[in-house]
Each structure stands twice: as C-alpha cells, then as structure tokens.
C-alpha cells in the first residue's frame, strides 16, 4: 500500500513539469495533423511539396538533439525547455502568414525544433528526478500523454477548420501550444536547483567517453522505432488496396490508436515491477506477429485484426524507449547521453517510412510489412542480447557506464 501511495506521489509531482507541458505542446501539434496537408494543398502547394514541408517537423526535431542538449547544460533545464515551447508556437503563429516554400519548409523545422527541446528536456528531468523504481510507470505516463493527444487532437483540429477557417486553427493550435509555459507559473513545475549539476558537460566528449554505451542504446532504439514509424505508412497502404475511403481507412488507424492508449499504464508498471525487458520482448514480439498478420491480410476483417494486435503490442511498451534512455544515461553525462541516444532512435523514424516505400516498389506490400516485422524482432534480438535489463535493481548484468 504504501508502494502504492509512493507511486502515485511521483506521478502526480510529474503532473506540472511534465504532463501538462508535453500534453499542450502535443495537443497544438495534434490539432494540425489534418489541418496541415487540406491548408496547404488547399493553397496549390504540389503533393510533393507538401509532404517535404510536413516532413520538416521531424527533421528539425531529430537534429536539434545535439544542440539541444548544449542548451540546457548552458543555460539549464527550465529555461530550455521556456524556448523550446516559444519557439514551437511562434513556428505555428506564423505559418498561415506566409506561402513562400522555403519559409514553410523552415517554420516547420523550426517547429520541429522546438519540440524536440521539449522531449530533450523532460527527458532530462525524469532522469534526475524520478527514481529507478518509479520510472517506467512515470516514462509510460508521458507516452499515454502522447497517445491521448493524438487521439482527440485531429478531431479537435477539423472540427475547428471546418466550423472557422484552417486560420482559425492554426491560431488555436499556436495557442495551445504557449500555454504550455504556464508550467513555469505551477506548484511544482520548476525543477529544483538541487538536482542540477555543478559543472556544465561538454557534449562532443561526453558522448566520446560513452561511445560503447550510445551505440549499445542507440541501436536498438533506431530498429525499433524505424518499425513503428513504418507502420504508420503500411497500414494506410495495405488499407488502400481494398478500396476503402478515406475516412474508413482513417477509422482503421484509429482503431489501433485507442487499443494502444487503453494499455499505456499496464507498461509502466510491468516495466517497474519486472524489468524493462518484459515489456521490451514480448509485446515489440507481438508487435511484430501483427506487423505479420498484415503482410497476410487478405481481408479488411484481416487488417483490423492485425491493426488491433499492433495496437496491443504498442501499447504495451508505451514508454520503453524513454525510459531505456534514462536509465542508462551515466550520472556525469546525463543531457549529452539522452541527447545522443534520441538522435539515433529518430534517425530510425526517417528509415521506416524510406524502406516501407522501397520494399513496396520492389517486392509489393505484403513485404514491406514482413520486412518491417524483420528490423523489429532484430531490435527484440538486440535489446534482450545486446542491451540487456536496464532497471538498476533488476539487472543480472553490471550496466556499463563507460566506452569500454
């Protein structure tokens, strides 16, 4: 019971530098998810185009890694995350007031940037501020947050677009998005001056002197989220073949979706209770017999079902990566570790996407999902073989802290 209470205490003081600021500055971002494309092509923008400007996001959000990890050992955590969060709704405000492409193409990765600070930093304050033993539920809570945001996200955006203008929604979504600073203003949304560290990290020699360790985390975390990004792209595809509507194929999706964030809890406390690899290998397992079962589909009852294991699957390691960063991050290199760690994982975000179209074209979809199922159970093989448990109290091998 009294575990219990513990548990609860450290998520609710994670409630205001945490939750609330990831929720907003998702929810702003959720909201244009289908707003962006209808605004733009609605503005003669070729598909091309479009989808390099949307693309932008995730660039500016997997680059900024590094320097994002040079700014908060600078000018410290908060203040980091104050930019990161000003940034991204500036980015948003002044999206509809220009239509030249390389303006869109930067706001988008300024935007991207942005939010890339954010996760950098929140990131950053688990890791100091939560105990191993809390962490995977605190780590799984942060993924629901996610999950929730893109659930009522989109359907908050198109209501907007549809009853005012896509302005309209892009002005919400801006401020939705700044109002996540208000963390700075709630009990308990700062971070205290005691778990901040003494001495500034130099990043370039801090990830040198961890280099075994990043490439032992990296690793894995770029196979297994290259596999969840794909997913996103086959699923809709493989849809597409039996010639559903768009708004059917979207339900398809969204199916998943809300299997994945029913069991977001049940991952943080398997994680804690057991180990991360019990969240890690079974349901990234599961997750890849789905991946298999829609290489199979022959059917739309055959992609819903194979939709709904995936949504299993991935719920049930909500948080897993998160968590993984922080728990090997090294005490005298917290920021630069995750920093690089994240760096490498959303290098895996652009790869699935790449190889889902490339296997497309040169075998069919059916194999791109099989591969896809193939990259995931090899960063299955790589977590448990490689990595191994990481939950400090929990490990049967000494966790490495140094480049050795």
């Not at 778990?195 to 032992?216: C, D, K, N, Y």
Request: glycine fraction near 14%; include cysteine; proline fraction near 4%.
């Amino acid at each position: 019971m009294a575990n219990e209470e513990s548990v609860w205490r450290v998520l609710r003081s994670c409630v205001a530098p945490v939750y609330y600021p990831v929720f907003a500055v998702l929810l702003g971002v959720a909201i244009l998810v289908p707003v962006l494309p209808l605004y733009l092509t609605d503005e003669n923008v070729g598909l091309s185009l479009v989808g390099l400007i949307i693309a932008g996001g995730g660039v500016g959000a997997a680059a900024i890694g590094l320097p994002a990890a040079a700014l908060t050992e600078r000018f410290g955590n908060d203040r980091a995350m104050a930019v990161g969060i000003s940034v991204s709704a500036l980015a948003v405000f002044a999206f509809p007031v220009t239509s030249i492409a390389i303006a869109l193409v930067a706001l988008r990765v300024l935007g991207g940037s942005g939010v890339g600070v954010i996760y950098q930093t929140r990131t950053l304050y688990l890791s100091r501020n939560v105990d191993v033993q809390f962490r995977g539920r605190a780590g799984s809570f942060v993924g629901g947050t996610n999950r929730f945001a893109f659930v009522i996200g989109p359907i908050l955006g198109g209501w907007i677009a549809d009853q005012w203008s896509y302005e309209a929604a892009f002005l919400i979504s801006g401020m939705i998005t700044a109002a996540a600073l208000l963390w700075l203003v709630l009990p308990g949304g700062r971070e205290s001056a005691d778990v901040q560290p003494v001495e500034r990290v130099s990043i370039m020699p801090a990830l040198h002197r961890h280099r075994g360790l990043l490439m032992r985390g990296g690793i894995g975390s770029m196979l297994i989220l290259g596999a969840r990004e794909g997913r996103y792209v086959v699923v809709p595809l493989v849809a597409d073949q039996f010639e559903l509507s768009n708004s059917e194929i979207g339900l398809i999706v969204a199916i998943g979706t809300g299997i994945d964030f029913a069991f977001f809890p049940i991952a943080g406390w398997i994680m804690d209770r057991f180990g991360r690899l019990y969240s890690i290998v079974p349901f990234f397992s599961l997750m890849a017999f789905g991946l298999v079962l829609l290489g199979r589909a022959d059917s739309v009852t055959g992609i819903i079902v194979a939709s709904l294991v995936m949504g299993v699957g991935n719920g049930l390691t909500s948080g897993t990566m998160l968590t993984l960063a922080t728990d090997m991050a090294p005490a005298d290199a917290q920021g630069p570790y995750i920093a690089g760690q994240t760096l490498m994982g959303n290098f895996g975000l652009f790869v699935g996407p790449v190889i889902v179209g490339w296997l497309a074209d040169v075998a069919g979809l059916d194999i791109s999902a099989y591969g896809l199922a193939t990259i995931l159970l090899a960063g299955v093989l790589w977590m448990a073989f490689i990595v191994g448990e990481t939950h400090a109290g929990r490990q049967r091998v000494p966790k490495r802290t140094t480049a050795t």
